[in-house]
């Protein structure tokens, strides 16, 4: 199979890693309190990561998760979003991406942080093999199976079509698939979990609405 990622790096989920990230909005509620931030992250053995992605943490678990808000924890209105592989993808349309990985620099970054491998260059099916991993862990965690299965599109991240998988609780939506980077690289492509309140969409548009099911999923997703 030809070349379509220059570049991949990931640190598989976990069950715990699942399980931490997922009971974030349940957790016992920490004030806007920059002090009272920081001793909850020192005792869930976090640190501050700003520079793999703007403004968030890198977990005990090893991944990257950022928040759209300053407390995530106990917040069921939180966004967040875990980071466990982040992908250079080749775009034919831009001869810089194209022709060269000149970002395989980026990548570097992120392979040399403890638990996280790399490959280059990889294929599709390189990505959607993490991504299937890590599907079985979120399923096994939420006892049960995606809810729906779509293939993403340019429209949520650049770079070759990968699965996205949906589960929906009964306050939020659990989307695992890529998406965009929207900081601080610009070009790179996320392989995240994220969990947001359904208020952004309560309702699955149907099956064969893929207009609809992108707009839900970037309704979801996007930062």
Same mark, same amino acid.
């Given at each position: ?14 069950? *715990? ?72 993808? $080749? ?58 299965? $779509?293939?993403?599109?340019?429209? $949520?991240? *650049? ?65």
């Amino acid at each position: 199979m030809e070349s379509t990622v220059h570049a991949l790096a990931h640190r598989p989920l976990t069950a *715990a890693a699942v399980a931490e990230f997922l009971g974030l909005p349940a957790a016992p509620p920490v004030p806007e309190d920059a002090d009272a931030v920081e001793e909850e992250a020192r005792r869930r053995g976090w640190e501050w990561e700003d520079g793999l992605v703007c403004e968030s943490y890198r977990t005990a678990h090893g991944h990257v998760m950022c928040s759209d808000v300053f407390s995530p924890f106990g917040d069921p209105d939180a966004r967040a979003f875990l980071v466990f592989g982040e992908l250079y993808p $080749v775009d034919p349309h831009d001869e810089r991406m194209a022709n060269g990985p000149w970002l395989n620099g980026l990548l570097d970054a992120w392979e040399k942080q403890p638990g996280w491998t790399g490959r280059r260059p990889c294929t599709e099916q390189d990505c959607e093999n993490v991504l299937a991993q890590a599907a079985q862990v979120v399923s096994a965690h939420l006892g049960a199976p995606p809810e729906r299965t $779509v293939l993403s599109s340019a429209a $949520v991240a *650049a770079g070759p079509d990968l699965t996205q998988r949906i589960w929906r609780t009964a306050t939020h939506a659990v989307v695992l698939g890529p998406a965009a980077d929207n900081g601080p690289y610009g070009y790179l492509t996320h392989l995240q979990l994220s969990c947001t309140p359904l208020t952004a969409g309560p309702e699955l548009p149907p099956a064969d609405d893929e207009d609809g099911l992108v707009a839900w999923i970037t309704a979801h997703v996007d930062w």
